[in-house]
Every structure is written in structure tokens, then in C-alpha cells.
């Protein structure tokens, strides 16, 4: 049995195309490293620059049955291991040292679902082999310790940084685990831009592929700050269909587009809701009007979650969706979210200004 060539094998890669990058192939998306022909064996990595969500996973089958059908061929070893790579942020900004994306979640409104999507994200990623932090920015209503179920005071290794709080593989930081959750933070502007500043900057947040960033509501001081200083490879706008919140949502776009943030879509909150005794479908806040809002910008419709009891009682017993019912239809929303959060990411522009060394001259 005649052995194949690198040539045949290259070629037959080259058929298996990705839907979710506009059915490129896998060769030209740069996913296949490592090919080695031994004999009748061949051994290759499938490496995407998202996490391994099903759909990679799927694409990565594809690739070995591609192979596996050739002639000559008698066994393939494929290895499948995420590659995630750093994307390029607003100019200006200096990346966080570790963490490759840094993902902003906002809306223009509270009330939608925001952190609730944002938890339920980041768990997505990480469900996916992803290395994943979540930092909870609203100071003034930090909800990610009791979304989380950790409580207590961060520790210091070093005594310059803090470590991070870990639940459910995130590693997790808020104003919440620093006060008492009922205490009110009663600060200024300036105030909280610096508390801001030190939860970003000088958290060991290790090393990183995503850090999820659950901005609190509005475009206001906070929000601007942020987007300014914090090194933000793409936003997610949360937005309930009705046209009040969407009217919101859009402002949050607005000022993510003036800021230099190159938006990842719009996730439709509170879609529609579900009666768990007859299923019968009642769009209590309309419908379709996060799907009308990517298409006026174009922009990608990340999804729809539902109006659902469930999530809201898992995210108020620190027990979120992905976490708590990783089976259920809710849970595979949110992970096809978190799917197309990465492939949106990954065909953002590559960041190489870490790869290179800092180099200072000096006078003699």
C-alpha cells in the first residue's frame, strides 16, 4: 500500500471548510499544524484560534475523516487543542499582562439580563477549554459574587496584587468580594475610576485567554473610562427586544464605535417567553428587535436567550446556567453564544506588539 503524500493530504485538508468563518478551509484559516507522515500513519493538530465549542469540534471530525479516507492511510492521529491567539485592541492602550481578549459586555439600560449573560458567557468559553477571567466593573451594583456563589476578602501573594476569587474555572474579581454585599458604595466619580483602575490593573489574573468584562449600565463616566484605558478587544451589547431598551442599546453602540471598540454583536435578552405548564410562546417584551438592530449595523446576531424562571433562579443561587444545567436547551444557548463570541474575535486583527521585546537606547 503506497504511502500518501504531504501534497495529497494538504489538499484533502484544504476541502474541509469552516460555516462559521464564511466556509473558508481549515488550511488557509491556518488550523492545521504539525503534519507528519509516517508510512501509512499520519499525525497532525487541528489549533483554531477559538475555543474547542461543538461546532470546532465538529469541523476538527471533519478533518480526520478527511484524512482517514484517503488511500493508503491506516491510522490518524489527530491532536485538537484551542490556539487562541491576542487581537488587536484600541490604539493607545496598553494590553493587561496574561490576558490575550478582553471582552466588554454592556447595555444601555439595567434590567436586561446584562450580568446574568455575562456569567453565563464566560462559563461558555471555559466549558470550551478557554482560559477565562470575569471582572465585574459596576462599583456601585457588583453582582457577579452572589451570580458565582464566592464570597470573602481576596488574598495577596506578594502584597501588590490581589489574587482573584475562582469558581466554576473562572477566575473572578469585584468591588463585591472587597465590602459587605449590603453596604453602599457612596463615592464619586473619581473615586470609583480609581477603585476601577486597581481591580483591572493590579489583579494577578495569570494567564488569560478572555477576560469578560461585566460593565455596569449606561454610557456614563464609568463606561468611558474603560473603554479608554482598558485594553477591550470587542464589545457584546445585551438588549432586551422592545424598542425602549434597544433605543439604549443603541447608544451603548454608539460610544463603544467612537471609542475605537469594534463591536461582537448583540445578544437578545428575554427573547420570548415560554409557558412551562402548556408551551405556549408569548413575546412579553416583543420580539425580533435584537435581530433588527444587528441588521441596521451590521453587526452579528450572537443570539436569543429566552424569558426562562430557571436562569434567574441559578444565577440568584450561584448556580448559573452553564454551570447548573449544563444539559439544557438554555445551557446550548448560551454556549452557541459563547461560540460565536469567539469566531467573531478570531477574525478580528491579530495583536504581534507583545511578541516583541521592549528595546531602550541610551546615551553614552
Known amino acids: 500500500m503506497a504511502t500518501p503524500t504531504e501534497e495529497a493530504i494538504w489538499e484533502a485538508l484544504g476541502q474541509v471548510t469552516d460555516p462559521d468563518f464564511n466556509d473558508k478551509d481549515v488550511v488557509t484559516l491556518g488550523f492545521i499544524h504539525d503534519l507528519q507522515v509516517t508510512k501509512n500513519k499520519v499525525a497532525f493538530s487541528f489549533e483554531p484560534d477559538t475555543p474547542l465549542c461543538p461546532s470546532r469540534q465538529t469541523v476538527a471530525e471533519r478533518c480526520r475523516e478527511a484524512v482517514e479516507g484517503l488511500e493508503g492511510v491506516k491510522k490518524v492521529s489527530m491532536n485538537a487543542e484551542p490556539h487562541i491567539q491576542t487581537h488587536q485592541v484600541q490604539q493607545g492602550v496598553q494590553l493587561l499582562e496574561g490576558v490575550k481578549n478582553v471582552i466588554a459586555v454592556a447595555s444601555g439600560k439595567g434590567g436586561v439580563g446584562k450580568s446574568t449573560t455575562a456569567v453565563n458567557l464566560a462559563l461558555g468559553l471555559g466549558q470550551c477549554g478557554a482560559s477565562v477571567g470575569i471582572l465585574d466593573a459596576d462599583i456601585y451594583g457588583p453582582s457577579i459574587p452572589r451570580m458565582l456563589g464566592v464570597s470573602g476578602k481576596p488574598t495577596s501573594k506578594d502584597g501588590k496584587t490581589l489574587e482573584p476569587k475562582e469558581a466554576y474555572g473562572l477566575k473572578a474579581m469585584s468591588i463585591g468580594f472587597l465590602i459587605d454585599e449590603e453596604t453602599p458604595m457612596v463615592w464619586r466619580g473619581p473615586m470609583v475610576m480609581q477603585a476601577l483602575e486597581q481591580l483591572i490593573g493590579d489583579t494577578n489574573w495569570g494567564e488569560l485567554d478572555y477576560l469578560v468584562v461585566d460593565l455596569p449600565p449606561g454610557t ?145
Open 220 to 364: 456614563g463616566d464609568t463606561q468611558l473610562t474603560l473603554s479608554q484605558k482598558v485594553p477591550l478587544t470587542g464589545s457584546v451589547i445585551v438588549s432586551t427586544p422592545q424598542d425602549i431598551a434597544l433605543l439604549d442599546a443603541r447608544r451603548g453602540f454608539q460610544m463603544f464605535e467612537k471609542v475605537g471598540v469594534p463591536s461582537l454583536g448583540i445578544v437578545e435578552n428575554m427573547s420570548l417567553f415560554i409557558c412551562p405548564h402548556c408551551g405556549e410562546e408569548t413575546d412579553i417584551f416583543s420580539h425580533g428587535g435584537g435581530e433588527s438592530f444587528a441588521n441596521d449595523y451590521g453587526v452579528t446576531y450572537l443570539g436569543a436567550v429566552p424569558l426562562d424562571a430557571a436562569i434567574r433562579e441559578q444565577a440568584d443561587n450561584g448556580h448559573p446556567t452553564v454551570a447548573a444545567a449544563p444539559d439544557s436547551r438554555q445551557a446550548e444557548i448560551y454556549m452557541t453564544i459563547a461560540n460565536a463570541v469567539a469566531v467573531e474575535i478570531a477574525k478580528q486583527a491579530e495583536d504581534h506588539s507583545h511578541k516583541f521585546p521592549n528595546i531602550s537606547i541610551q546615551a553614552d
